[in-house]
């Protein structure tokens, strides 16, 4: 008990550090990166959402490009740039990491 009232700082300091670092990992598991695309004819939001929106709920997807690009309605026009989300996992994170390892 003395050691610990004695050095409460360091255990404070440990205490910190393991919950930045849960933080990190959970934070950096998956970002939300952004792509932007020229819509084509014939493109909607439904279409974007099967070709675009991964593991995420197509409609949760929709309403993430609504918000992004300030749309009132599920309405886009050909030659529109839109805003899309892309997931970027760890996965992705590392191989871009080994690839530029690679060309040492």
Not at 10 to 24: H, P
Not at 66 to 87: F, S
Request: net charge negative; glycine share 6%; charged share 20%.
């Amino acid at each position: 008990m003395t050691f610990i009232k004695n050095n409460s700082y360091i255990l404070l300091l440990i205490v910190l550090c393991m919950g930045f670092s849960i933080i990190g990992v959970t934070k950096s598991g998956k970002e939300q990166n952004l792509t932007e695309i020229t819509i084509m004819e014939g493109d909607t939001l439904w279409g974007l959402a099967l070709h675009h929106a991964e593991n995420m709920p197509k409609e949760q997807w929709m309403k993430e490009v609504m918000r992004l690009n300030e749309l009132a309605t599920v309405t886009i026009k050909t030659g529109e740039d839109l805003l899309l989300p892309t997931a970027r996992t760890m996965e992705d994170s590392q191989n871009i990491t080994q690839l530029a390892g690679d060309n040492r």
